[in-house]
T-cell receptor, first 118, second 112 residues
Framework: DTAVSQTPKYLVTQMGNDKSIKCEQN?????MYWYKQDSKKFLKIMFS???????INETVPNRFSPKSPDKAHLNLHINSLELGDSAVYFC?????????????????FGPGTRLTVL | GEDVEQSLFLSVREGDSSVINCTYT??????LYWYKQEPGAGLQLLTY?????DMKQDQRLTVLLNKKDKHLSLRIADTQTGDSAIYFC????????????FGTGTLLAVQP
């Protein structure tokens, strides 16, 4: 009964390759996120989707392209991998999106995908 | 800009209390979260506090919020070796985006 799952858990690949990381949530949430955690454990949001629509797109190279086929899935495709892309990528989800006011919506995180680019 | 600072490392003895501190700059933060990351694992939500509260207690965890000073702390009572992990402070950015700004993380080492 995993809430937020990611595949693969580990990904080792050569520079220049294209790879995808998949994320699925079975919580019935409307909003999903991708975060990147670097080697110093610094965690930063990359993208957020609400109901399959892109909401947050931080300053991320356009080699990174998120794709949301449905509300329960948010995949991350990376083209032309570079050494600096090596990191742990976390997917997260939350129930809803704010409608203009302040609110709380807890984000639940997946176990992470450790990407190593050689 | 958005900045969330934490001390990098804290070492305590088993049974003692741990206090992890966090300072942030975004005064519009409405909800402020604490997440725990064990080695090789994902982020586990520990607790959160709403910005109109000063304190929230949840079993061994106590969160204190000083909104004026933009200071958040997490106190863990009777710290156990299983509490050894990295703890992240994550204020939610105010306004119409549900965006968490993560702190640098504090590595808590619990000595037996």
């Amino acid at each position: 009964d995993t809430a937020v799952s990611q595949t693969p858990k580990y990904l080792v690949t050569q520079m220049g390759n294209d790879k995808s990381i998949k994320c699925e949530q079975n919580l019935g949430h409307d909003t999903m996120y991708w975060y990147k955690q670097d080697s110093k454990k610094f965690l930063k949001i990359m993208f957020s989707y609400n109901n399959k629509e892109l909401i947050i797109n931080e300053t991320v190279p356009n080699r990174f392209s998120p794709k949301s086929p449905d509300k329960a899935h948010l995949n991350l495709h990376i083209n032309s991998l570079e050494l600096g892309d090596s990191a742990v990528y976390f997917c997260a989800s939350s129930q809803d999106w704010p409608s203009g006011g302040s609110f709380t919506d807890t984000q639940y995180f997946g176990p992470g995908t450790r990407l190593t680019v050689l | 800009g958005e900045d969330v600072e934490q001390s990098l490392f804290l070492s305590v003895r088993e049974g003692d209390s741990s206090v992890i501190n966090c300072t942030y700059t975004d005064s519009s933060s409405t909800y402020l979260y604490w997440y725990k990351q064990e080695p090789g694992a994902g982020l586990q939500l520990l607790t959160y506090i709403f910005s109109n509260m000063d304190m929230k207690q949840d079993q061994r965890l106590t969160v204190l919020l000083n909104k004026k000073d933009k200071h958040l702390s997490l106190r863990i009572a009777d710290t156990q070796t299983g509490d050894s992990a990295i703890y992240f402070c994550a204020p939610q950015k105010g306004g119409a985006t549900n965006k968490l700004i993560f702190g640098t993380g504090t590595l808590l080492a619990v000595q037996p």
